[in-house]
């Protein structure tokens, strides 16, 4: 079989489409987000769309949802009138038969899980008014049962596992049985772990052959070319290409992303400079843990020394946060102690963290990490004001030259450094948040998901930058639930299983399968 290259023409489908969109665009103030944006889907395939941070994928998600107007633009769809996209609403969107399912699922983990579908398609009564809650478990189970979820009604949505919440939120979204509806799934496994995204797609592929139209978002480019028959690519706002996925490899997609020939992906594979070729032998730990118990996590061990990169693994809820926002001073320990530089930390904060050099990265950056009202450079550069100081006065001219540096290395889509940062792309806005602490290097710097929502193009740079302050002596510890990326980039990886260490694998065992598989059990039982 011959590869193809990205400029290769590739006809998509003979079938007829079940959902055309054509010439979309849409502006923000000068800015174009999306210039004629065409493309169609064909009932029973599933449709991918890709692009790098900022090309627009979430705008056009958001104008096919009506929750932003786009300022020209058409939706067909088979036996129903065109649709102006610059009137479309989200009542619109629904009687267009279109059904979202978005990252965050939507659903409400403190209640069951016909109590979720019910909150969308109505609790069905009695005769006098009462809610009819054997109906309601029957028909819930009979929804489930078309779309092979194997889960009680009657579960809380918290006690399931997160492939079968996200069938639960996809079956919910396409309860109303309404004829060929399209269902866009937005990022739908942005927080899976791995075997678990395994099981969703399978769940998808089979609802395709069943005749289901999907339109499917996602950074993960084998996601995309394992499910997906066909694959739009946006790059900065226009469509790149638009293809069959057969024969497509990785590489050349990311390469439609990025307009540019890309060498590898992640660098060259190879994963340079051990820690024990940048510190001495042995040196003694700066970060220590004994028996580390706090929310949680529960006895954990753990030392780090300078210039290590040490991974935290681990399913959802196996206490990786926790621990990262321990040693942060946010959770206090309930016993066991934590040593920061040789001093045992006798009454653990924040601000104690923080004085003896400790950075966190946090996992929300909306919530907790980005100043909302400021600039992509005052962002930035927050965390090393001193350094634009002069004469006790702050160097705008410093900070946004700086500013515009990284900008430029990570690649960040951003009008300017004067840009406001709530502006930006989510990818956008994690490089932002990573960038401030990549540049001032701290002795600890503990990163919690630094490249979610990050594309493939950027991530290289990003390890790039984490291995250079890694380099200069900060020590690294870096939660993800990307198991690539553990093995990608750390010295170490310690695997959490419910709150406690299972595993801890060195340089030379750190392998995808061996942290998929330390997830789930204790590497003594096996
Ligand atoms: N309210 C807004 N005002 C100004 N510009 C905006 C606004 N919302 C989005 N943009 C810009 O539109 C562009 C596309 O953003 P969008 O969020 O659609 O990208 P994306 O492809 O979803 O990126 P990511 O992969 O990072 O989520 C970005 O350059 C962003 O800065």
Redesign the pocket.
Known sequence: MTTPRPDDPAPVTGHPPSLVVTDVN?S??P?S??RGVSFSLTRGHVHALA????????????VLAGI?RADGGVLGRPGRPEAELSGFTPARAWDAGLRFVHQDLGLLPDMTVAENVAFTRGFPRSGGGRIAWRRLHETTADLLGRFEVDVDPGALVRSLRPADRAMVAIARALADDSPDQVLVLD?PTASLPHHEVDILLGGLSRRARQGQTILY?S?RLDEVLSLADSVTV?RD?VVAATRGTRGLEQIHLAELMAGRSLGRLYGDGRRPDPAEARTSPSPPPVLQARGLTAGRISGVDLDVRAGEIVGLAGLLGSGRSTLLRTIFGAVRPTSGTLTLGGEVMTSPSVKAAMRRGVALVPEDRLADALFHETSVAQNMTIATLSRYMRWLRLSRSRERATAAGVIGDLRI???GPD??V?????????KVVVARWLQRAPRVLLLDEPTQ???VMTRADIYERVRAVAASGTSVIVASSDVEELAHLCDRVVVLRAGRVTAELSREEISVPEIVKYSYADKEAS
């Open positions: 849409k923000y103030g800015a987000v999306l692009g790098g941070n900022g090309s627009g994928k979430s705008t056009l998600i958001k932003e990022e978002v950074h946006l706002g889509k951003a009008a840009q406001a709530i502006r930006l792309s989510g990818g956008n806005q994690q929502g990050v594309d």
